[in-house]
């Protein structure tokens, strides 16, 4: 017992520290650890914009395409089909063709129109009277070329519409979200 008594007296006594040297490299490497950190920081915040712009993107995108491969499944015929344009009779929840939303499905004569920058969808009776106003259904194309189109032939596989809808983002990078559908009510 005695002699750990001894050993803690002699480190008490003894007043040894750190040298200048010690220290500066301790400082030094200490400097380049939060140097690093800091440049790890600030290039993650310069570039949560680009990465927003991309998820905007492709969450616009999805919901657009989606809404129109949902009209497709649902269609009866396809009247038109262009690249940069579709007109499918098809049946929509709305109490009139470009009317209020409705428990009941109704036909009608649906266009999506895909012009310089955006997509718009119109719809009107089946026969195209009486259309509704032009509603966006995206924005920020970078190309009008969104359409495919492979109609029926007779006893052969359905009509199917292919979607790709190439939007810009903030680098100028397109991002391309593409799907289709057959038409289940019919096709032509």
């Known amino acids: 017992m005695a002699r750990v008594g001894d050993t803690a007296g002699a ?18 490497i200490g400097m380049a650890v939060l140097g690093g950190a ?13 990465v ?16 129109i491969t949902r009209e497709v499944r649902q269609g009866l015929d396809v009247p ?11 049946y929509v929840k709305q109490a009139t063709c470009g009317g209020a939303a409705a428990g009941e499905s109704k036909a009608c004569l649906v266009t999506y ?26 924005s920020g194309l970078a190309s009008t070329n969104v359409f495919s189109y492979v109609p029926s032939e007779p006893e052969s596989d359905p009509t199917y519409v292919g979607v790709e809808l190439a939007l810009t983002t903030r680098e100028g990078g397109p991002v391309v979200i593409a799907d289709g559908a057959t ?6």
């Open 38 to 50: 800091v440049t790890v920081f600030v290039g993650a915040v310069r570039s949560e914009p680009r």
């Open 52 to 67: 927003s712009s991309k998820v905007t993107a492709v969450q616009q995108g999805r919901v657009a395409v989606e809404r």
């Open 80 to 90: 038109t089909a262009t690249a940069a344009q579709l007109s499918l009779v098809t």
């Open 11 to 28: 480190l008490r006594r003894s007043e040894r520290g750190l040298t200048l040297i010690e220290l500066l490299v301790a400082a030094l």
């Open 113 to 138: 129109t895909c012009t310089a920058g955006e997509c718009t969808r119109t719809a009107a009776e089946p026969d195209g009277s009486s259309p509704g106003a032009a509603v966006q259904v995206v």
């Open 183 to 188: 038409l289940r009510n019919g096709g032509s």
